[in-house]
């Protein structure tokens, strides 16, 4: 009987060590110039990783501060970021945002937040912020949703 709630407990332990990925591409960018609004409450490196994707994607781009956005800004991105302490530092939580104007065009976001015992959640954030930005600006060619069990 102690087995059966011992086994009971773990399995709904482990159902709460979920990694959540979602992303809905940008389907109809042009190619204008894109304003990366400057997210200073996010960890530095996270801006850097950012760039380079968006480089390696050929999309040109304008770091702006978040305070001062241009008017001229028609196509805007936006990100979020945090990370934990388990063992290791890890991003936990990543959130890419574009917009046309005031429409929401495409996001991704990657949630570790419920990782609990999940190894995968300590994964390298540069490289998933690369597939994010990939995902996101059509390299992966439909939205994709994966849920990853511990």
């Not at 290791?88 to 990657?110: C, D, H, Q």
């Amino acid at each position: 009987m102690i087995r059966k709630f011992a086994v009971l407990g773990l399995l709904i332990f482990l159902s709460g060590c979920s990694i959540n990925q979602t992303v809905e591409p940008v389907s109809s960018y042009d190619s204008d110039n894109l304003c990366v609004v400057e997210n200073g409450d996010v960890r530095e490196g996270f801006l850097d990783a950012l760039e380079s994707s968006l480089t390696g994607q050929r999309v040109d781009y304008t770091v702006v501060d978040e305070r001062t956005v241009p008017e001229a800004c028609r196509w805007t991105l936006t990100y979020t970021a945090n990370w934990r302490w388990d063992l290791a530092m890890y991003m936990a939580y990543a959130e890419i945002k574009v917009f046309e104007g005031r429409s929401l065009m495409g996001s991704a976001t990657y949630d570790a937040m419920r990782g609990g015992a999940n190894m995968n959640k300590f994964i390298s954030a540069e490289d998933k912020i690369r597939e994010l930005v990939n995902e996101l600006f059509g390299v992966e060619s439909a939205a994709l949703y994966r849920v990853f069990s511990g």
